[in-house]
């Protein structure tokens, strides 16, 4: 019997040893000493916001020496504003930038934008303002997409970078186009004055005649009576009076025999 109860003992004693070196085992492997978990990473960037950081890209514009005051212009002077250099293949190619806006002294909405773009060579002293009769000269409109007026456009080197789609015409949202294409910003303290209500860039909408519109009518007007002395029914017409016309003198020669 004593020598069952040392065998169990024994056995009792190994088992607890093994216990003790699994715990340790266990501590061993969750202590801190130990790096079990991998090290710890810089959290990767936003690929969208990088890629759209490395492709947002501003032209370079050439600083304009001038009057900072609008410059009412026909075609041939746009054009002369407008030629290329055909050395520079790159928006990033320091050029010269000129702002352009298609109006129409008939349209009020060309009206309610003169002030505030007639401000604008103030917010932007580098840059060339220059304004166009779209309905005059209207060799660039088919060229640039101009559907309407007003409509405000951004030149580099001659070649068109950008349109203003919005559908309010403030000196805020204008000076706001300018700086997301260039990088440019107004200048502080920028404001529209009673000054630029005169000019140049009328902000009352011409009463007069329009002499385009009155030839188009009068085009279409010759245009339709053409066609239709063509169709049957000026035939008959025609043919009514020359049978009335007859029936009358027929008529009064009878009156008269009688």
Same mark, same amino acid.
């Given at each position: 019997?004593? %020598?069952?109860?040392?065998?169990?003992?024994?056995?009792?004693?190994?088992? #607890? &040893?093994?216990?003790?070196?699994?715990?340790?085992?266990?501590?061993?492997? $969750?202590?801190?000493?130990? @790096?079990?978990?991998?090290?710890?990473?810089?959290?990767?960037?936003?690929?969208?916001? *990088?890629?759209?950081?490395?492709?947002?890209?501003?032209?370079?514009?050439?600083?304009?020496?001038?009057?900072?005051?609008?410059?009412?212009? @026909?075609?041939? $002077?746009? %054009?002369?504003?407008?030629?290329? @250099?055909?050395?520079?293949?790159?928006?990033?190619?320091? /050029?010269?930038?000129?702002?352009?806006?298609?109006?129409?002294?008939?349209?009020?909405?060309? &009206?309610?934008?003169?002030?505030?773009? =007639?401000?604008?060579?103030? /917010?932007?002293?580098?840059?060339?303002?220059?304004?166009? =009769? *779209?309905?005059?000269?209207?060799?660039?409109? /088919?060229? =640039?997409?101009?559907?309407?007026?007003?409509?405000?456009?951004?030149?580099? @080197?001659?070649?068109?970078?950008?349109?203003?789609? $919005?559908?309010?015409?403030?000196? $805020?949202?204008?000076? #706001?186009?300018? *700086?997301?294409?260039?990088?440019?910003?107004?200048?502080?303290?920028?404001?529209?004055?009673?000054?630029?209500?005169?000019?140049?860039?009328?902000?009352?909408?011409?009463?007069?005649?329009?002499?385009?519109?009155?030839?188009?009518?009068?085009?279409?007007?010759?245009? *339709?009576?053409?066609?239709? &002395?063509?169709?049957?029914?000026?035939?008959? %017409?025609?043919?009514?009076?020359?049978?009335?016309? #007859?029936? &009358?003198? /027929?008529?009064?020669?009878?009156?008269?025999?009688?």
């Amino acid at each position: 019997m004593h %020598i069952s109860l040392l065998f169990l003992s024994l056995l009792f004693t190994i088992s #607890r &040893s093994e216990v003790n070196e699994t715990v340790e085992s266990s501590v061993d492997l $969750e202590s801190p000493d130990v @790096n079990t978990t991998p090290a710890l990473q810089t959290p990767p960037v936003n690929s969208s916001t *990088a890629s759209n950081e490395s492709t947002v890209k501003f032209v370079s514009c050439l600083p304009h020496v001038g009057t900072a005051q609008v410059h009412l212009v @026909n075609d041939t $002077e746009l %054009i002369k504003y407008l030629s290329t @250099n055909p050395n520079i293949t790159s928006k990033e190619t320091p /050029a010269n930038c000129i702002v352009v806006l298609f109006y129409s002294k008939y349209c009020p909405f060309s &009206s309610m934008a003169a002030p505030h773009f =007639n401000a604008l060579p103030r /917010a932007f002293p580098t840059f060339k303002m220059v304004a166009i =009769n *779209a309905i005059w000269y209207n060799i660039f409109n /088919a060229q =640039n997409g101009i559907v309407g007026v007003p409509s405000l456009l951004l030149f580099h @080197n001659g070649k068109l970078v950008a349109k203003f789609n $919005e559908s309010e015409y403030t000196l $805020e949202l204008f000076s #706001r186009f300018i *700086a997301k294409h260039t990088g440019v910003h107004a200048e502080d303290k920028s404001f529209v004055t009673s000054a630029d209500f005169g000019g140049p860039v009328s902000s009352i909408p011409t009463r007069e005649d329009d002499m385009l519109l009155l030839l188009s009518w009068v085009f279409i007007v010759l245009c *339709a009576a053409y066609y239709f &002395s063509k169709s049957k029914y000026w035939t008959w %017409i025609v043919e009514t009076v020359q049978n009335t016309w #007859r029936e &009358s003198e /027929a008529q009064a020669l009878h009156e008269h025999a009688d």
